[in-house]
């Protein structure tokens, strides 16, 4: 069997097509800036007309990425992406024209190939039909086999029947050309020698760890093979064999890689799709207040961030899942703004609520009717504490001056209070009030105390709820454990009293 005849038949396309092949690139977790980064460093790398899927893939991902930023910010504002926008949109215009210029170069030089291979095989057809003299013909081949050699590549439309072309001219010549032997077994030996080197570069590949690129180099070895003529007879068939052992553990290498990648990337569909479950469940859940929109949002960031952290899925499958769990992301973001437009109403009518409670404590705070006024203000309070959020700008004017009514308000009845409480009798006078014992005015003062601390343990619920109330927070429950302590005291001292009356009576 001649040995043309079984050669690796997949192995047709030229090298360069190739390196068009880009590994898998994971962009998903890089900011606006670092995309704008990695892509300069491929514009001007060495190879960077070589990758311009890596191009387009990082372009894709700057876009994405830019798109859903612009959407988290609030309308009405200015952009402020538009810079590194119109940074990287002038470096990809630059890139795309100077990959044009490239391709065009390139087929213009594969044209320019394929016209000098054509001649090439002209004059080759020419040896092989019109030789005569062995000696003159043989160094004519080799002349047009060097030629062959650097004349580069070809439009891949026209590499296999240009190529086949050529072989079958070689080959003819060997068939049909009355070569001197000698000269011929030099040719074979040369021809050996160059395909026992393939062989052993074949077979060092094979030890590669990275199967990719070794298949890639297999493939150019495979290129060059086919550039050289024929071997004897005798060791073509063994030579070809030892080549093809070589390909076939490569080649089983590759297939194996592969297969181990496609069960990743079917594991890692597996994983996304759960997410995106996951994403789909919390944007259809029932949500009521701000604090569950939080906590839902930082779940959604949770499990995006797991998302990052994830590899491609299957091919035909990655950007279908993408869009599953992008359209279940935008639904949720799409709910939280719908509820905080409606939000914003609602703050506009509470504001108006709380100013009303404002006004009332205006008009209330100078009353000396203490237990009308105090009820009111209770009253008040809870009113104030049941309207819900206002706009933050006009939230802590309002309450500062809900609060310095109420505050003006109990002061001067506490002030009120301590004044008309009877004081202790001096030594040698009598009690202001005859005919009560001193058990009576404990007791008074046992109560009206009681009454200063509900009122001060309903003003704490009041006043916690300011997240600048800290200060008076602390005030207030100092003068509750005071007068607490006071309460102590006086029970004591009416005890006391009781059984000095007792025994008195006794």
């Known amino acids: 069997m001649e040995e043309s005849k079984i050669e690796q038949q997949p192995l047709e396309q030229p090298t360069e097509q190739v390196a068009e092949q880009p590994a898998e690139l994971n962009l998903a977790d890089k900011s606006l800036a670092e995309l704008s980064e990695f892509f300069q460093g491929l514009r001007t790398s060495a190879d960077a007309m070589m990758r311009s899927k890596e191009a387009e893939a990082v372009k894709s991902a700057f876009y994405k990425l830019l798109l859903k930023m612009r959407e988290a910010v609030p309308e009405g ?15 990809y215009a630059d890139y795309k024209k100077e990959r044009a210029e490239f391709n065009r ?11 000098k291979k054509l001649a090439i095989i002209e004059d080759l057809k020419a040896l092989v039909e019109g030789q005569e003299d062995v000696s003159a013909s043989f160094p004519a081949l080799r002349e047009i086999q060097n030629r062959w050699r650097e004349a580069g590549p070809v439009p891949v439309t026209r590499f296999r029947d240009v190529n086949d072309t050529y072989q079958f001219y070689v080959e003819k010549f060997y068939d049909m050309v009355k070569i001197n032997r000698d000269l011929r077994d030099l040719d074979f030996k040369k021809n050996l020698e160059a395909k026992e080197a393939f062989c052993a570069a074949a077979e060092k590949l094979a030890e590669n760890e990275n199967v990719v690129s070794a298949f890639h180099e297999l493939q150019k070895l495979h290129e060059q093979w086919k ?3 024929p071997v004897a007879k005798e060791v073509r068939e063994d030579i070809w064999n030892r080549f093809k052992a070589a390909t076939a553990v490569i080649n089983k290498k590759y297939q194996a890689h592969f297969e181990g990648v496609k069960e990743e990337q079917a594991k890692n569909l597996e994983a996304k799709t759960a997410l995106c479950e996951e994403v789909e469940a919390i944007a259809a859940a029932e949500v009521s207040s701000s604090a569950q929109w939080n906590k839902l949002s930082a779940q959604i960031a949770e499990i995006q961030e797991k998302w990052r952290s994830i590899g491609f899925a299957t ?19 799409a709910r939280k703004r719908e509820y905080y437009n409606e939000f914003k109403g609602s703050l506009k009518e509470n504001l108006e609520a709380k100013q009303a409670l404002v006004d009332k404590a205006q008009e209330l705070k100078t009353s000396t009717d203490w237990k009308s006024a105090t009820d009111q203000f209770i009253a008040l309070q809870k009113q104030w504490k049941e309207i819900g959020a206002v706009p933050r700008k006009k939230a802590d004017e309002l309450w500062h001056s809900f609060r310095a009514a109420c505050d003006e308000f109990f002061a001067a009845r506490d002030a009120a209070r301590e004044a008309a409480r009877p004081k202790a009798p001096a030594r040698g006078e009598r009690p202001a009030r005859p005919g009560r014992g001193a058990k009576d005015s404990l007791t008074d003062k046992f109560k009206a105390l009681q009454q200063e601390i509900a009122t001060y343990e309903n003003n704490i619920g009041f006043f916690s709820l300011s997240s600048k109330g800290s200060p008076l927070l602390a005030q207030m429950q100092e003068r509750i454990d005071k007068a607490k302590a006071e309460l102590h005291k006086l029970e004591e001292q009416i005890r006391k009293a009781e059984s000095e009356a007792e025994g008195g009576e006794q």
């Open 105 to 115: 170069k390139q087929e213009q030089e594969r044209e320019e190939n394929l016209e």
């Open 77 to 91: 504002s200015d952009n402020p992406f538009e810079a590194v926008e119109e940074n990287f949109k002038a470096m």
């Open 315 to 333: 091919k035909k499958e990655n950007q279908k899942i993408y869009e599953r769990f992008r359209a279940a992301c935008d639904t949720f973001f």
């Open 227 to 229: 550039e050289y003529g």
